[in-house]
């Protein structure tokens, strides 16, 4: 099987599995490529299934509180390392990876050979008189509120269980997550001050108008009304896009119901 190797300047750690085309992983805030390995475990029969940890996270040093931590940043990491596979790849980013991935996807839809969104977390896609957003957008002010003061507090654990409670939808969210799951956010905790720092990028439904790239836009069917309002809009934004959802799971879809999320996505890629 031929080897894939991170370009050193990228800050990518990759966990590589199987033999076939490419497909690349890219996860979500305090996530890591582990959250992949029952997903990429049954891709791997047909796929070379490329799982990467992004810069600062495990078992990448982690940042400094002080690091720039973006977006474009991430991005950038990204391609560089599709540049190096050198051919069109299946990209599926989950959350913060997700948007990654589509910022990826805009700058070089060369590099793409089918893209997947599960969870996107752009809210700059929602009409801002959305009736329903009102409560979301206060709602999300409220917990990155708590979560910085958690961060300068020095307690990054409680602003990480604070974020993943919220895009859970519930005070006990992360909690019910697997006892594994929990200790890989833990484990990415430092990232939590400068992830949160940052603002997203403006990325508005004419930008995924022009895209051109084949997309399927995944949410769980249990998550908060934020993600599935942006899931619904970026489907009908992107041409041709495809849309479903994955059952019995929440915003943390990919470790809460692998198996049909890998269902899903092998049925994708057979068609792209």
């Known amino acids: 099987m031929q080897s894939v190797v991170a370009p050193a300047e ?15 992983l890219i996860h979500g805030s305090l996530g890591d490529y582990r959250q992949w390995n029952a997903i990429a475990e049954r891709l791997e029969s047909k796929y070379r299934v490329i799982a990467i940890s992004r810069r600062y996270h495990w078992p990448n040093p982690p940042p400094h509180p002080d690091t720039s931590y973006m977006y474009e ?19 599926v980013g989950h959350s913060y990876g997700a948007g990654v991935a589509l910022l990826a996807a805009l700058r070089a839809p060369e590099s793409i050979q089918s893209l997947t969104l599960i969870e996107l977390p752009f809210g700059s896609l929602l009409p801002a008189a959305t009736p329903e957003l009102a409560p979301e957008l206060a709602s ?17 654990e409680r602003a990480s269980k604070a974020l993943i409670d919220w ?9 019910r997550l697997p006892q594994a799951v929990r200790d890989g956010l ?48 970026a489907a009908a934004c992107v041409p041709d896009a495809q849309a479903a959802i994955i059952e019995r ?6 470790v809460e119901n692998p198996l049909r999320t890998a269902t899903l996505l092998t049925q994708f890629f057979a068609e792209n």
């Not at 940043?73 to 990209?91: E, N, R, S, Y």
């Not at 895009?167 to 909690?175: L, N, R, W, Y």
């Open 10 to 24: 990228s800050g990518l750690a990759l966990s590589v599995y199987g033999s076939g085309p490419d497909i690349v």
């Open 140 to 156: 999300r002010e409220a917990m990155v509120t708590m979560a910085k003061a958690f961060v300068h507090a020095g307690d990054n």
């Open 167 to 175: 895009v859970q939808a519930s005070d006990g969210g992360f909690d």
């Open 73 to 91: 940043g991430h991005a950038a990491d990204i391609q560089l390392l599709l540049d190096a596979i050198g051919h069109p790849v299946h990209v």
């Open 186 to 233: 833990l484990a990415n905790a430092k990232t939590i001050g400068p992830n949160i720092a940052a603002a997203a990028p403006s990325v508005t439904c004419e930008d995924l108008n022009a895209l051109r790239v084949p997309t399927l836009v995944l949410n769980g069917e249990l998550t908060r009304m934020w993600y599935r309002l942006i899931g619904q809009a």
């Open 249 to 254: 799971a929440g915003h943390m879809a990919i």
